[in-house]
T-cell receptor, first 114, second 117 residues
């Protein structure tokens, strides 16, 4: 079984500050890891994903995440927050098989103040 | 990139009626689609997995007779909420798994806000 823990249901930053959203996972097999963003009343948009290879993954909108197997973590970062980054962020894991489903964390709401 | 179109985006229906939500993969074939339900300020709850040409697999606790899923083609899956009641009001999101690129990804529709009055 897989699980995802996102520390902090809400994270507040100032515009221009570093964004750090934490995600830890549990998986008995090598995981595929994803970060999604959701704006109000919309579906999920993929920010980035890790499958294999380079552990530092760059995504859209300046976000990146690093897969750390020893820490079972996949934290999302962005050097400088923008007001438009305010949204709900979900970390998700799958087992990488052809028929797996996504297991989501509970989400972290990112609040950006001017 | 992969695009999933979900319609309608919002629907209001009377209690006791049925509502159909469509999920289409526009530029890829999706052999597997997923249906999620999201309660306010909560994460996504997987309701069922549908595979083209076969019966959907429902998660524990999801009523298969209330939430009918049909995946008759490689680009279309539908969710029908039958005999809807106010407690069925929620945000429903579909997702399709595409096989392109490095590894594979899950593309989500824009969601449907269902309100049962």
């Amino acid at each position: 079984a897989q699980s995802v823990t996102q520390l902090g249901s809400h994270v507040s930053v100032s515009e221009g500050a570093l964004v750090l959203l934490r995600c830890n996972y549990s998986s008995s097999v090598p995981p595929y890891l994803f970060w999604y963003v959701q704006y109000p009343n919309q579906g999920l948009q993929l920010l980035l994903k890790y499958t294999t290879g380079a552990t530092l993954v760059k995504g859209i909108n300046g976000f990146e995440a690093e897969f750390k197997k020893s820490e079972t973590s996949f934290h999302l970062t962005k050097p400088s927050a923008h007001m438009s980054d305010a949204a709900e962020y979900f970390c998700a894991v799958s087992d990488g098989s052809g028929y797996s489903t996504l297991t989501f964390g509970k989400g972290t709401m990112l609040l950006v103040s001017p | 990139g992969a695009v999933v179109s979900q319609h309608p985006s919002r629907v209001i229906c009377k209690s006791g009626t049925s509502v159909k939500i469509e999920c289409r993969s526009l530029d890829f074939q999706a052999t597997t689609m997923f249906w999620y339900r999201q309660f306010p300020k909560q994460s996504l709850m997987l309701m069922a997995t549908s595979n083209e040409g076969s019966k959907a697999t429902y998660e524990q606790g999801v009523e298969k007779d209330k939430f009918l899923i049909n995946h008759a083609s490689l680009t279309l899956s539908t969710l029908t909420v039958t005999s809807a009641h106010p407690e069925d009001s929620s945000f429903y999101i579909c997702s399709a798994r595409d096989q392109g690129g490095i590894g594979y990804g899950y593309t989500f529709g824009s969601g449907t806000r269902l309100t049962v009055v």
